[in-house]
């Protein structure tokens, strides 16, 4: 056995051409699935993970249910548009309702969202016996306006610290000096890592983003009165960029946390019925981001196994003329003393040694794909991905190999079993 894999190897090395091909196409097959395999379960676990913390139902304007959520829980896409802040006033008094979270995200600095919103954003959780996903690491939480509470990533990409000052930028992307606002921020608080999107984004009390949009609140007692608020319809072209979007004190949307699934289903189905604003459930529209995610993990998974059978047809071939150009030599091992059985394993050692090789090529070139994808998208996104080993998945992969490496040697290696000596020895 050991003499027959070492006449396997020094025949591959022999023809590095023959050998190279097949091995690059079957590790490029095996990257393909490895790739889409593992930033498709990383997607899923970033998704899931980033959108723990957000209780079970979303509050927002009428519109798209999947916008809402992307924007108010994963911090993609923009806001729908606007909701007046007497709403989280009846959420917050409802006796169905444990506690709401109102967010108003019109402003950035530097690509940074700028997140209005009070202290029960600190009391989210992943489940109710969890600590607060979001919890101060240095500094204190922003206690009168225009002071701001820094996402850790928000803090390291903007370089800023405790005591530093910062101008918002009106909308949520890139603006002019002309877009930005007059009065400063000053940063007294930086939170500790989440893992979530809202580590990229700063935090300020709802008065601070009200009062930079001209809405005088000093005297007020944070309820708007009937000339305040506007109509959701008011923000017709889904962007939160000027000042007459929120020219009363207004919301993005809120965080609902029920007291039980049933009150969720309530909530729901009032809003629903009603047309002042939307319940969405995070699970059902994040499912429904899935089922598209996974529809195009099958596309490109089944282009895996295409191309894997593009390398089989390669192995096969390259294993079967190598095989036919040496049938003198395998005659002459055979007339030294080399059993048919032997040749046999030798030239199904070749098949396997060469699929083997792409296997694990295969598998650094795809994980590695993966996990610089996964950088990408967390950078552009703020969500992290998580890259891990596909533990449950990798023996299918190697088995599917093994059997790529058989049924692609088995062919040439009954062609070198039969070999006639005395024809190819002593041939004319």
Not at 31 to 54: C, H, K, M, N, Y
Not at 209 to 222: F, M
Not at 246 to 254: C, P, Q
Not at 357 to 385: D, K
């Amino acid at each position: 056995m050991m003499y027959d894999l070492y006449l396997t190897w020094r025949n591959l090395r022999t023809k590095p051409i023959q050998t190279l091909i097949p091995t690059v196409i079957i590790s490029l097959a095996i990257a393909l699935s490895t790739a889409v395999l593992a930033l498709g379960s990383g997607v899923r676990q970033g998704i899931i993970e980033a959108s723990d913390p957000f209780g079970v139902l979303v509050v927002g304007p009428k519109g798209s249910s999947q916008q809402l959520v992307l924007n108010s829980v994963l911090l993609q896409d923009n806001p729908v548009g606007i909701i007046p802040y007497d709403i989280y006033e009846r959420l917050e008094n409802d006796e169905r309702v444990r506690f709401a979270v109102p967010l108003a995200i019109a402003d950035n600095v530097s690509g940074a969202q700028i997140i209005g919103t009070n202290d029960n954003f600190f009391e989210l959780r992943r489940f109710s016996a969890a600590p607060p996903a979001y919890q101060i690491a240095e500094g204190r939480k922003f206690e009168a306006p225009f002071e701001a509470v820094l996402g850790s990533q928000a803090a390291a990409s903007l370089g800023l610290g405790i005591g530093d000052q910062f101008v918002a930028a009106h909308g949520t992307g890139p603006a002019l000096e002309a877009d930005l606002h007059v009065d400063p921020y000053t940063v007294v608080g930086i939170m500790a890592h989440s893992n979530t999107p809202y580590d990229s984004a700063v935090f300020t009390s709802l008065d601070s983003v009200w009062q930079a949009h001209g809405i005088d609140t000093s005297a007020a007692d944070d309820s708007p009165g009937e000339d305040d608020i506007l109509p959701p319809e008011a923000a017709s072209n889904n962007l939160i960029t000027a000042e007459q979007d929120f020219a009363g004190t207004n919301l993005t949307s809120i965080l609902v946390a029920p007291t039980g699934f049933a009150e969720a289903g309530q909530i729901w189905t009032e809003f629903y019925a009603g047309t002042e604003a939307q319940a969405a459930y995070p699970g059902r529209e994040l499912g429904a981001l899935f089922d598209l995610l996974s529809q195009a993990e099958t596309v490109l998974y089944n282009i895996g196994f295409l191309v894997l059978g593009i390398a089989a047809l390669t192995l096969f071939l390259s294993i079967y003329s190598v095989t036919m150009n040496r049938l003198q030599e395998i005659a002459i091992m055979r007339s030294v003393g080399g059993g048919r059985l032997n040749i046999f394993r030798m030239v199904l050692f070749e098949t396997l040694v060469i699929t083997l090789l792409g296997a694990v090529l295969g598998r650094v070139i795809g994980y590695g794909t993966a996990a610089i994808f996964a950088s990408v998208f967390t950078v552009q996104s703020a969500i992290p991905i998580p890259i891990r080993f596909l533990g449950d998945l990798e023996p299918t992969l190697w088995v599917l190999t093994l059997l790529v490496g058989i049924v692609a040697g088995i062919i040439p290696a009954i062609r070198a079993y039969s070999v006639d000596v005395v024809e190819h020895l002593f041939a004319s």
